[in-house]
């Protein structure tokens, strides 16, 4: 038997580590709940398994519950809109657990129970990420531009 070199060796477990490291993703809302501002999100895209040889099992991501909606907000102020079944969001991984900062404040320190990182049980989604065979909405250069998939221009605000 042959022995691969440790480099390749090292390459290849890192390659297949960063293969599961979850950063962000699309996806698109499956249900949205406007009291919790929590969304359940369909991620569109499908895992290879190996399961021995060259042998790759499809495997779709189960639809992730409980996902905060990240809204533009500040200063007291707070910008919502209705998400509905099918709209497309970006999908954050948060490096650290957020189960014992969600309720909070935000403001206040936490110790996460969990040492998970980039899981899927702490993704966020930030709704806007639209691929280009669904672009929607009037957009230029210069002008703040509020109007609806329909094509109704509802405000438009110029320099």
């Excluded at 650290?96 to 702490?122: A, C, K, M, Y």
Aim: glycine share 8%; proline share 9%; with cysteine.
């Amino acid at each position: 038997m042959r022995e691969r070199p440790l480099e390749q060796v090292m390459a290849e477990f890192f390659a297949a580590d960063r293969r599961d490291l979850n950063t962000s993703i699309p996806g698109f809302i499956e249900s949205y709940d406007p009291e919790t501002k929590t969304a359940q999100v369909k991620i569109p895209f499908s895992d290879y398994q190996e399961t021995g040889g060259k042998n790759l099992t499809n495997q779709d991501w189960a639809p992730i519950p409980d996902v905060p909606v990240v809204f533009p907000r500040g200063g007291g102020w707070a910008i919502t809109w209705p998400l509905e079944k099918g709209d497309p969001v970006l999908v954050i991984f948060s490096q650290r657990e957020i189960d014992q900062w969600f309720p909070t404040d935000g403001q206040t320190d936490v110790s996460p129970q969990l040492l998970t990182t980039h899981n899927e049980s702490d993704a966020i989604c930030i709704p806007g990420l639209f691929p280009q065979g669904n672009l929607t909405g009037e957009a230029n250069a210069t002008d703040l531009i509020m109007s609806h998939s329909d094509g109704d221009v509802l405000m438009r605000f110029e320099p």
